[in-house]
T-cell receptor, first 114, second 116 residues
Framework: AQTVTQSQPEMSVQEAETVTLSCTYDTSESDYYLFWYKQPPSRQMILVIRQEAYKQQNATENRFSVNFQKAAKSFSLKISDSQLGDAAMYFCAYRRRYGNKLVFGAGTILRVKS | NAGVTQTPKFQVLKTGQSMTLQCAQDMNHNSMYWYRQDPGMGLRLIYYSASEGTTDKGEVPNGYNVSRLNKREFSLRLESAAPSQTSVYFC???????????????FGPGTRLTVL
């Protein structure tokens, strides 16, 4: 069974600085997708970024980028120029390519200091 | 276009009571899902429905039943609520894109359920 591990229960970053959230996963599959979801205090789950395992290029969405290391089964999220609105719980998630079940990590709380 | 909606937003039950959580999506998605979120454990899949007329168990199905009423609606029923079912419940939907299921799951706002 696939598992996703987020080893940082909580992180803090100063406004305008950069922070990296860690995620590792375990799978025997070679084709899969990885996701980062953001959950602000409103509880709404919001997709931040998605990475296809068969693509070597790291995904980027504005201030958000990932460092995907397939051999190491690592998928970290970098947030640049952090803003107060980035404060939230962040979840890493995995899905087999030909499947529709998401497996989530336990989450990392990100606090942004002004 | 409301996306994924869930009712109710909050609910308190006594042990042994039953209730149904409702979920609807207006994005014409084929697949729908129910998750529960507990502190320190992320979201765990309870049941999912890959398409209208089909349902499958997820990681934690015990104590729950589901009904895919039509393409839009997917309900989750607790027949005899237990304190261990106190959680936040999320419904999600997705549609396969192209031929390799590169779908993204879109989530509802969640239901906070407390079982006393």
């Amino acid at each position: 069974a696939q598992t996703v591990t987020q080893s940082q229960p909580e992180m803090s970053v100063q406004e305008a600085e950069t922070v990296t959230l860690s995620c590792t996963y375990d799978t025997s599959e070679s084709d899969y997708y990885l996701f980062w979801y953001k959950q602000p205090p409103s509880r709404q789950m919001i997709l931040v970024i998605r990475q296809e395992a068969y693509k070597q290029q790291n995904a980027t969405e504005n201030r958000f980028s990932v460092n995907f290391q397939k051999a190491a089964k690592s998928f970290s999220l970098k947030i640049s120029d952090s803003q107060l609105g980035d404060a939230a719980m962040y979840f890493c998630a995995y899905r087999r390519r030909y499947g529709n079940k998401l497996v989530f990590g336990a989450g990392t709380i990100l606090r942004v200091k002004s | 276009n409301a996306g994924v909606t869930q009712t109710p937003k909050f609910q308190v039950l006594k042990t042994g009571q039953s209730m149904t959580l409702q979920c609807a999506q207006d994005m014409n998605h084929n697949s729908m899902y129910w998750y529960r979120q507990d502190p320190g454990m992320g979201l765990r899949l309870i049941y999912y429905s890959a398409s209208e007329g089909t349902t499958d168990k997820g990681e934690v199905p015990n104590g729950y039943n589901v009904s895919r009423l039509n393409k839009r609606e997917f309900s989750l029923r607790l027949e005899s609520a237990a304190p261990s079912q106190t959680s936040v419940y999320f419904c999600a939907s997705s549609a396969p894109t192209g031929g390799d299921y590169t779908d993204t799951q879109y989530f509802g706002p969640g239901t906070r359920l407390t079982v006393l």
